[in-house]
């Protein structure tokens, strides 16, 4: 079975600073591995996605992330931070052949800016 | 298009009551999976609809039930509520059923067991 580690539960970084929030996985086969923010009182939104291809993936808001097999770690970046970027981030992990029911979310971390 | 929507906001009931969720998802899309989310487990897989059928589940007791309508729009139903269940129960849909398809989340509903 898969799991994620979401090393950090909270992290408070100030305004235009760079942030990275990491993200580790544990599968024996390969997965598709997701970031998704959750801004208070709503639901959660997918900031980006790696399927295959190249490690690097650029998504929403400024933030990307870069797939290390090796280091079996999914880390997001953003090079300067905003007040609107306090949120809670989540990442996931699911099966290619597994479908919803086997998605995996990490805990959480919670991005504070601070001004 | 309108997103994902969910009703209501908010809840709060009494130990041993029932209680109804409601989602919509985006138009066009067929699948719809429910999550509920706590302070201390983080966002746990309950169950994804397509087609009105039942595809997946998670690991939660039978007191979690669920239904997919043909026009998708998909309700959830917790029966003899105990205090665990106070959680945020997010809907999220999809155009198709695969892991690497988007999902879409609406802004859940919070439930208060009291």
Request: net charge positive.
């Amino acid at each position: 079975a898969q799991s994620v580690t979401q090393l950090d539960s909270q992290v408070p970084v100030f305004e235009e600073a760079p942030v990275e929030l990491r993200c580790n996985y544990s599968s024996s086969v390969s997965v598709y591995l997701f970031w998704y923010v959750q801004y208070p009182n709503q639901g959660l939104q997918l900031l980006l996605k790696y399927l295959s291809g190249s490690t690097l993936v650029k998504g929403i808001n400024g933030f990307e992330a870069e797939f290390n097999k090796s280091q079996t770690s999914f880390h997001l970046r953003k090079p300067s931070v905003h007040i609107s970027d306090t949120a809670e981030y989540f990442c996931a992990v699911i099966l290619p052949s597994g479908g919803y029911q086997k998605v995996t979310f990490g805990i959480g971390t919670k991005l504070q800016v601070i001004p | 298009k309108a997103g994902v929507t969910q009703t209501p906001r908010y809840l709060i009931k009494t130990r041993g009551q029932q209680v109804t969720l409601s989602c919509s998802p985006i138009s066009g899309h067929r699948s719809v999976s429910w999550y509920q989310q706590t302070p201390g487990q983080g966002l746990q897989f309950l169950f994804e609809y397509f087609s009105e059928t039942q595809r997946n589940k998670g690991n939660f007791p039978g007191r979690f039930s669920g239904r997919q309508f043909s026009n998708s729009r998909s309700e959830m139903n917790v029966s003899t509520l105990e205090l665990g269940d106070s959680a945020l129960y997010l809907c999220a849909s999809s155009l198709l059923r695969e892991g690497a398809d988007t999902q879409y989340f609406g802004p859940g509903t919070r439930l208060t067991v009291l």
